[in-house]
């Protein structure tokens, strides 16, 4: 249910809202591309003693957060609230409690500002985060979206026109990362502490399995996970470094190749990744090598852009309002929303 009424070609400045899962964050983008602010307060620090996120705790956080974040987005955006030509906030997919904080509060002020709304999947923001920023940005690319809960392979081949070629099919790679970090005891999130420590390790010094060769899109983790705790507990000594960049090479080395190879059979003329696991040092620079040698643009959003934030969200917005119109504002939160097609 469009409304028609309102001219949705006169808008640039675009609020962004995320609260999905353990970020608050808002943000202000104008025309789809230009970040004016982005605000991220993280709740690692109120989850981190249970090891990971407690759905409880991150929607009680960000009923407490969202309004001083929102606030700052505008206050850092140098602008007034009577610029902001409409919300966008996640509607999914994520923790329920947590997306409606941030549903409701973009849904109040869209009918206290008298703008449009705008619901955005979550997904579909992430690949928008390589957009922001970049001048250069031109599709058709592939996309490897790599996150906590996903890992998946798009082909973007217009905007409006995105196909997932394949996904995993166990464990995203951020969980297999949190997951042998907290087998090794080094704390959560797992991502960050093992690409810093690989640093010192050898990437060479376990020769970890490589799943899925015959399924060229596809991703599976659980069995590498499971190799990680059979080589530890055969070799207790072993180095937590060596270990710890074996396990990264062995997930680098099936991101990058399968990543590639797609490209390469859709004919992509870029390769852009998102997701916090696009923040990793090792594959940031993996892509960039393939990059260079198959003449392919390579997109690395800022590492602050790569993990969860709103500044995708507002871009995502902003291209979803000219393409398909604002959302209705009975449009409730879906925790289990996937990356189908684009709203249209
Ligand atoms: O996208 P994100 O902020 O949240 C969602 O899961 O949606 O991603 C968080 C994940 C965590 O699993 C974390 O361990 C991983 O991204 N991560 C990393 C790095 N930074 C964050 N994984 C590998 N290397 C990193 N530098
Ligand atoms: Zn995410």
């Keep these: 249910m469009n409304q028609p009424t309102r001219d949705l070609s006169t808008v640039r400045t675009v609020l962004g809202i995320e609260s ?29 003693r249970f090891g990971g996120v407690v ?30 030509d409409a919300v966008a906030a996640t509607y999914g997919p994520g923790l329920v409690g947590s997306l409606l904080v941030g549903v409701s ?26 957009m922001l920023e970049d001048p250069t940005f031109e599709l058709p690319v592939v996309v490897l979206l790599v996150s906590g809960g996903h890992t998946m392979l798009v082909h973007w081949e217009a905007e409006g026109s995105y196909r997932v070629l394949g996904g ?7 969980e297999a990362y949190d997951k042998v970090a907290r087998y090794l005891g080094l704390g959560y999130p797992g991502g960050p502490v ?59 080395d099936v991101l990058v190749t399968k990543t ?18 696009a923040a990793n040092s090792r594959l940031r620079e993996q892509i960039l090598t393939v990059c260079a040698e198959d003449g392919l643009a390579a997109y690395l959003p800022d590492r602050a852009n790569c993990t969860d934030n709103a500044a995708m969200v507002a871009a995502a917005g902003w291209w979803q309002l000219q393409r398909a119109g604002e959302s209705p504002l009975d449009t409730g939160a879906d925790p289990g929303l996937g990356l189908g097609s684009p709203a249209a």
């Design 55 to 84: 759905p409880e705790i991150a929607s009680r956080a960000h009923v407490e957060m969202l309004n001083p974040v929102i606030a700052e987005a505008i206050v850092q955006a140098g602008i007034a609230d009577a610029e902001i």
């Design 20 to 48: 999905s899962c353990d970020e608050t964050a808002a943000a202000v983008v104008r025309d789809g591309r230009m970040q004016l602010s982005s605000v991220i307060s993280s709740q690692i620090d109120r989850h981190a």
């Design 194 to 252: 093992i690409d810093r420590i690989s640093l010192d390790g050898d990437p060479e010094a376990i020769a970890f399995p490589r799943a899925l060769p015959d399924r060229p899109y596809d991703f599976s983790f659980s069995g590498l996970k499971t190799s990680v705790v059979n080589h530890v507990r055969k070799h207790p000594d072993v180095s937590a470094e060596d270990v710890a960049a074996s396990f990264q090479e062995a997930v680098v």
């Design 105 to 130: 509060a973009a849904k109040a002020l869209a009918l206290v500002w008298d703008v449009p709304f705008v619901a955005v999947n979550h997904l579909e923001a992430h690949l928008y985060s390589s």
């Design 260 to 277: 590639r190879r797609a490209a390469a059979d859709v004919g992509a003329k870029g390769i852009s990744i998102g997701g916090g696991v």
């Design 168 to 174: 995993t099919i166990d464990d995203a790679a951020g």
